[in-house]
């Protein structure tokens, strides 16, 4: 019996739906914590290549019972697409996947404030994904949300939506100056959406305590990172939900007392989406080849990332804020061909040396980083099917990184396939 959590230990998109998936067939359940269709996760198997962005990645390995946890913001719009996603390509989710009726649901004036949020930011925009995350948890935080429960009472959902929309129609035109919206038209769309999720509309956390009773493995999977993160991440620049640890106890129903292991998943080198502060970035023909070798194209969106250097001080920093014992390394493949590869071992403050990651507003945006040099290994890891036949190059670089994390690099991933993975 163990219950571990999975968390991106950079800005997103490290890779965590291919260790979920592979830790999924070890799993009796997979609960997604925080965040909602913001997230895109690329599983590839059988020649399939899926993204998923509400349903946990461990849905399409064994036979792990997958929920949607009260801490995601779920579009009902989305999940049946989805749904019908996944059950096209011949995985049922009959008895294996539930949502919890806390969980708040995301409706189309969330996707409209969030748009026109950013609008009226100007040069200062999120740079969000615009899939109404951070209104849907502004009316969650603001007591006024929709939660999955409601959907199956007409009477009260009717009566929600009416009362958000008359609000909201007010914002819309008095202080956006956009057209307002229509209650009925809401309902009109979303009552035959609500009767397809309701089956799977249930008290997830009490399933949760029963099967901690019954002794069920469970894997908490985080969604973004640890540095998207809106208490301990790069704010104002950073999603609306904790992706961190203690996120997942919040997000789930699990108490901390269960949590047995913090997996950090980071790749090999860094990126970012969106704006705000990111110390290696590189804007020259490394970070160019990052991207092509990464292919380094949003999975929500399809906007390309930002690429760097691995960042070392703020890795430490995810590690300490999560209790990360074991890092997941992945796209190590994609460092293959360089001839040198840098880390970022401390930051440049006002011409002071420092590791400390720096929390206050803005801080970030003036560090300057500072290197350590490592040769290019000029091998394919792919080719490695054990830690010891990685190329002497790579297993110093990942020997470098465990000595300043602290933290035990358990799995690598040399490559995007389900066998592509060294798990020590
Ligand atoms: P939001 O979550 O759509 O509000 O976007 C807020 C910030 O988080 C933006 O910088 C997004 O690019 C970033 N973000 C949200 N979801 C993801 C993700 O799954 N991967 C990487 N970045 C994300």
Redesign the pocket.
Known sequence: MSTNIIIGAQ???EGKGKIVDLLSKDSDFVVRYQ?GA???HTIKFDDKEVVLHLIPSGIFNGDAVCIIGNGVVVDPAALVDEIKGVEKIGTSLKDRFFISSSAHVILPYHKIL?NVREKSRGDDA??????G??PAYVSKVARVGIRMGDLLDDARLTELVQTNVNEINKALKHVHNEPEIDADDILFNLRPIASQIAPYICNTTTLLHKALADGKDILLEG???SL?DVDHGTYP????SSPTAGGACVGSGVPPTAIDHAIGITKAYSTR????PYPTELHDETGKKLRKNGAEF?A?TGRPRRCGWLDLVALKYAVDLNGMDQLALTKMDVLDDFDEIKVCTHYLVNGEKTDVYPVETGALENVEPVYKSFPGWKASCLEASTYDELPDNAKTYISFIEEYTGSYCSIISTGPGRTQTIVR
Do not use: H, P
Not at 126 to 131: A, C, F, K, N
Not at 273 to 276: E, F, R
């Open positions: 800005w997103g998109d965040g913001n997230a895109g969030d999120i740079g969000t994904t615009g899939r995350i951070g969604a973004q990172g998207l620049f950073v999603t609306s989406v969106g704006n705000g949003g929500t």
